[in-house]
């Protein structure tokens, strides 16, 4: 299985590297419909979410409509990842726009260390290069391995680049300790399932999920701010938007400040999902820890 994986990657990448950027969304639109139907588990899944997360709020036609997103969304950000592989800095940063970076330069110039916390949203693949692109700082980040070590290779190669290092997700807390020990800077996606020592029940669309309060540990630990940041995508533009800063309370309560802090994660990612539901990853198992029956499709 994973020499397939392998040859259809290196089809793929070959088929990337060499349109025209006036083909570019044809390819899209071609890829995600061949995965679609390869792997329509995802699909069903996605449909499982919208349904728990939505309701009837939203009519079953927008629902088909957010799942073919997902499917494009998703091959859009393997192109970014082949791209990313030899892109230069200057031409990165060409493709990106930043709102509000502000934010993140005044927190610089206090000499503070930041944790920066993202979704996998839009084009989630140019996050971590485009901060470390923009301001020229050491940025740890964690990944997740895919299991087959010529494609963790070369996904390795893709992310790390431009002053950003990418641990594996096991073992990974020791080195971001390390990491704001040393001044420097860390990144995390935290919209993810997690299990019961990984994070903590929060309230997301209403429903109870379990989300990873990591970075909520570390922020209060270390006195270092969150920056709430994600990608999205509007008339072709690929925008990074710092959405704002949070600081952990210190109070003599450390189980209700970590909470606190979760909560506010979610509620953060709640509102911009909402914003644009086209643009999230609802292929994830989100809801699993507390509702597991809902995916017994």
């Not at 997360?53 to 997902?70: H, L």
């Not at 082949?82 to 709102?99: A, G, H, P, T, Y």
Request: net charge neutral.
């Amino acid at each position: 299985m994973a020499k397939i994986y392998i040859l259809l990657y290196r089809v793929f990448s070959f088929f990337v590297r060499n349109i025209p950027k006036s083909l570019e969304k044809p390819t899209i639109v071609f890829f995600a419909k061949i995965l679609s139907l390869l792997d329509n588990r995802r699909g069903k899944v996605a449909k499982v979410n919208l349904d728990f997360a939505y309701g009837e709020e939203i009519s079953e036609e927008e629902k088909n409509e957010i799942v073919k997103s997902c499917y494009k969304n998703l091959v859009r950000n393997f192109i970014s990842f082949v791209q990313m592989q030899q892109i230069s800095k200057d031409e990165l940063l060409s493709l990106l726009e930043f709102e509000n970076s502000e934010l993140v330069e005044d927190l610089l110039r206090n000499g503070e260390r930041i944790i920066f916390l993202t979704s996998h949203y839009g084009n989630w693949e140019h996050v971590s290069l485009g901060i470390g692109a923009k301001f020229d700082i050491k940025l740890t980040v964690v990944g997740r391995a895919l299991g087959i070590e010529e494609l963790d290779r070369e996904l390795e190669e893709s992310r790390a680049r431009f002053g950003v290092e990418v641990l594996d997700k096991k073992g990974a807390t020791k080195e971001l300790i390390k990491t704001l020990k040393n001044g420097n800077h860390i990144g995390m996606l935290v919209d993810q399932n997690c299990g019961e020592k990984s994070g903590v029940l929060v309230d997301f669309f209403g429903k109870k999920a379990r989300h990873l309060h990591s970075g909520s540990i570390l922020s209060r630990k270390f006195d270092a701010p969150i920056v709430f940041v994600h990608s999205k995508i509007e008339d072709e533009k690929n925008i990074i938007k710092f959405v704002e800063v949070y600081r952990v309370k210190k109070s003599d309560d450390i189980d209700r400040d970590i909470l606190e802090a979760t909560q506010k994660q979610a509620e953060v990612e709640e509102r911009y999902i909402r914003e644009n539901p086209k643009e999230w990853f609802w292929f994830h198992r989100r809801w699993k820890n507390q509702h597991e029956e809902i995916y017994r499709i």
